[in-house]
């Protein structure tokens, strides 16, 4: 796959002196669904602010399908569809009114036969000659997300676009974002939500302090998902592992009183079963056992505080 | 150039005035009409002929071109702060537009908005007092010039301002005085000539002058003068906000 956006050693410091984004190199695939997750502050919002044109970079490049964004930044820009994360709608415009206008401010012809099916597919049909300011906080989030789609983006950015919205609403969103995926659109989404990247991306970056830490596919990510790790508390303390089990990998606690067996849960065989019936030969008594997972967040929590 | 973008921000503005019908046409209308009762009946009607013509003639290109000048600066300031305020600029940043289509949507709303409010103020006088326009198609000149320049000088208001105080005390505290010290409701030859000296200094002088001479040829400073002085704001306005979407002022950080 080829890419579609380059972020080419890009920084960014405000005028205060604050560095948000620190040398940031990003390839976004043509078609793809690329999450991007940070604490507060990393830099997500900034990042995508520059893409679209809303803040200017201090150092670097971005391109959009080839187009600089800033030497052709009409180019580059007729392709993005941004939905930002705060609700900025215009209180006394009807809905068919802020979306057309939308498609018009990008330079599209009038099409009410879009704008009907945008509204359509996004649930707010029956809402199209209502005043933005008698929406509900979630039917604003889809407005937003309407007028982004008005002029036909092949690119759309949704930053945090489920904050606030109830778990069925969220659902329906991410249904509307895998629908334009499969139409050819590539989605950047930021999110707080792991649970949310693990759904929709096809790949996740993570970013912290201005500084892009992992960039991976969610496949791999997955792959360390599946490792779990099984503790084994013993009566009594050991000194060694006994060589009848060195197969197993086992670790042994500072104290002697603890083993951990570090296993697939999507293997074939976990080999727990012949491990407890090896530890029982070896003479080896255990008092508990617990097992733990080591989650998305768990990968997150720790690069964001490695780095 | 973006057409489509442009004549969108136009149709949205302007949609905006005819929702707000009241605030944007008839209160102007309304006040101007008080003006035209206490200075050209009660107390014009005391007051001698300027320059040949009745008071309450006299004062009519002042009254217009008060309204005008007031409204054009209410107008565009108001039409891109607001998006600033709720935050919809977003859209307006990221879209695939020109500063200068983006200047030509806002200020090209404001100052149609303006003229006819200009246009709706002169019928409302002729209902008051006569009303000859000796050329007319320097009236309609020093209309549209003083629209768009004001509304420029409105759209840099909106722009720099970050608050709604800011949005009133330039117009409040600048341009309502100068409009009133600019011979709206006088010449400036009946002042002192040391006042008269100073009020050379006022901008708004050479505006009114320049309107108030194609309905009466009577004018406090040359026209051409007028003219000039008019194209000169314009030039500054222009170059203002030219160097506004250059280096992003106020509007990206």
């Known amino acids: 796959m080829t890419s579609i956006i380059s972020v080419a050693n890009l920084s960014k410091t405000y005028g205060s002196g604050f560095k948000a984004l620190n040398g940031i190199n990003l390839e976004i695939k043509r078609g793809e669904i690329f999450a991007l997750l940070g604490p507060n502050g990393a830099g997500k919002t900034t990042l995508i602010s520059i893409i679209c044109g809303i803040a200017n970079l201090s150092e670097g490049r971005v391109t959009v399908d080839g187009h600089d964004i800033n030497r052709d930044y009409r180019a580059a820009r007729a392709m993005i569809g941004l939905v930002p994360q705060e609700l900025h709608t215009d209180a006394f415009e009807s809905v068919w009114a802020t979306v057309s206008f939308s498609r018009g401010l990008f330079g599209k012809p009038k099409n009410p036969a879009h704008i009907e099916k945008v509204l359509k597919d996004l649930s707010l049909w029956d809402k199209k000659d209502s005043k933005i300011v008698t929406l509900s906080g979630g039917m604003k989030r889809r407005v937003m997300i309407a007028k982004a789609l008005s002029h036909e983006p092949q690119i759309l950015f949704l930053d945090e676009p489920t904050a606030g919205v109830d778990v069925e609403l969220r659902k329906g969103m991410w249904e509307v974002v895998r629908a334009l995926q499969a139409s050819g659109v590539t989605i950047i989404l930021t999110t707080h939500y792991i649970e949310e990247a693990e759904e929709m991306a096809d790949r996740i970056g993570v970013i912290n302090k201005g500084e892009i830490i992992l960039i991976e596919d969610k496949a791999g990510l997955m792959q360390k998902l599946g490792k779990k790790e099984l503790k084994l508390h013993l009566q009594s303390k050991i000194d060694a592992i006994p060589d009848s089990l060195a197969a197993y990998n086992l670790e042994l606690s500072d104290d002697g009183r603890t083993v951990t067996y570090d296993y697939d849960t999507r293997g074939e065989r976990t080999g727990i079963t012949s491990l407890l019936s090896d530890l029982r030969a070896a003479g080896i008594r255990i008092s508990d056992l617990d097992t733990s997972q080591s989650s998305l967040e768990d990968i997150f929590v720790s690069l964001v505080r490695a780095s | ?253």
């Open chain 2, 1 to 253: 150039m973006n057409f489509r973008a442009v004549r969108a921000i136009y149709l949205f503005e302007m949609a905006r005035t005819w929702r707000t019908l009241l605030q944007s046409i008839v209160s102007p209308v309304v006040s101007t009409s008080l003006y035209f009762v206490v200075f050209g009946a009660a107390i014009g009607s005391r007051i001698a002929e300027v320059g040949g013509v009745s008071y309450g003639t006299f004062i009519v290109p002042g009254l217009v071109m008060l309204s005008v000048l007031t409204q054009s600066i209410a107008n565009a300031s108001f039409g891109i702060y607001f998006p600033k305020f709720v935050g919809t600029i977003y859209e307006l940043l990221s879209a695939p537009v020109s500063y200068f289509e983006i200047v030509l949507g806002y200020v090209g709303a404001a100052a149609t908005k303006s003229i006819i409010l200009g246009l709706i103020i002169l019928a409302t006088a002729a209902l008051f007092v006569p009303l000859h326009i000796m050329h007319p198609w320097w009236m309609l000149t020093f209309l549209v010039l003083t629209a768009v320049t004001f509304s420029l000088f409105g759209f840099i208001i909106g722009i720099w301002a970050d608050g709604f105080e800011k949005l009133q005390m330039i117009p409040m505290l600048i341009v309502t005085p100068l409009t009133f010290l600019g011979g709206s409701f006088y010449s400036i030859d009946m002042l002192p000539p040391s006042w008269r000296t100073v009020s050379l200094f006022n901008p708004v002088v050479y505006l009114i002058s320049g309107f108030r001479w194609s309905f009466h040829e009577i004018a406090d400073v040359s026209v051409g003068l007028s003219f000039g002085m008019t194209l000169g704001f314009l030039a500054v306005c222009m170059v203002a906000v030219w160097w506004i979407f250059k280096t992003g002022y106020r509007l990206k950080n």
